[in-house]
């Protein structure tokens, strides 16, 4: 079943829900995810259309208790090995996608590796649908083109 969200749905506009939902999960904070989408609909931009407003992430999830950090650049974000974090991304003009992504251990390397959520597209078909995608925050900015980042890094 397709969850409202807005004038529209979850399959059209929920993936900045999604995102904290996936996050929240991975601290095995457990609770459905209808209540948080109404909780978060009043950050809907133009009733869903152009899915969840950037600054309304940010406050949303500072109400909720989360420290939240901003930045535009995956640098700053590496920085003291960030733990979990929220990005929100323009793939062609007016879409945009926000990702999950939390700490998993590191590569043979000593570089630091995320698990990625809601990641869709290319990378699920390279990984396998259902199968975990694991990789350093480089290779997924190398992997995904993007055209400009949101970083909301969560401690």
């Known amino acids: 079943a397709c969850i409202k969200y807005s ?21 095995g904070k457990v609770f459905g995810i209808p209540r948080l989408a109404s909780e978060m609909e009043a950050g809907c931009v133009f009733r869903g259309v152009f899915g ?23 640098e700053e974000i590496l920085e003291n090995g960030a733990k979990e974090a ?12 926000y990702v999950a992504f939390t700490a998993a251990g590191k590569d043979e390397n000593g570089k630091n590796l995320y698990r990625f959520y809601n990641v869709g597209g290319k990378l699920m078909r390279k990984f396998g649908e259902g199968n975990p995608v694991i990789m350093t925050l480089e290779d997924y900015i190398s992997e995904t083109a993007y055209n ?8």
């Open 7 to 27: 004038a529209r749905n979850f399959a059209y506009c929920g993936c900045g829900c999604i995102a904290y939902w996936n996050i929240l999960l991975s601290r």
């Open 86 to 97: 929220i990005v929100m991304y323009y793939k062609k003009p007016r879409i945009a996608h």
């Open 52 to 74: 969840t407003n950037a600054f309304f992430m940010k406050r949303f999830m500072e109400k909720k208790g989360e420290k939240v950090e901003v930045s535009l650049s995956p």
């Open 148 to 155: 400009f980042c949101i970083y909301f890094k969560l401690n």
